[in-house]
């Protein structure tokens, strides 16, 4: 499983993005996708995922009502479309997909850098 993200950038704060994780390879064995972040002098944290059948989504406390996760399945894709940004949310966002069971499997994507200035 290979993820490319893009869609970072410099947003001025209150301001909105969308970011993109373009999935491919064996896509069907993935279970859950997601995304995560880490600011400067943070550890990394998960943003949001969503399930394989984008039936069941999760977030950060930190970020509900703000961002919101979806897929477009024909273009294999996901996006993490960022609202009312905030200085805080300024981090390299990195996108994440998970097999699960007894081969567990961890994919990451390059990150992107999003910055929100004050």
């Known amino acids: 499983v290979q993820l490319q993200a893009s869609g970072g950038g410099l947003v001025q704060a209150g301001g909105s993005l969308r970011l993109s994780c373009a999935v491919s390879g064996s896509t069907f064995s993935i279970n859950a996708i997601g995304w995560y972040r880490q600011g400067p002098g943070k550890q990394r944290e998960l943003v949001a995922t969503m399930s394989s059948s984008g039936g069941s989504k999760k977030y950060a406390d930190s970020v509900v009502g703000r961002f919101t996760i979806s897929r477009d399945n024909a273009k294999s894709t996901v996006y993490l479309q960022m609202s009312s940004l905030k200085p805080e949310d300024t981090a390299v966002y990195y996108c994440?997909?998970?097999?699960?069971?007894?081969?567990?499997?961890?994919?990451w994507g390059q990150g992107t850098q999003v910055t929100v200035s004050s």
């Open positions: 994440n997909a998970e097999k699960f069971g007894h081969d567990y499997r961890n994919y």
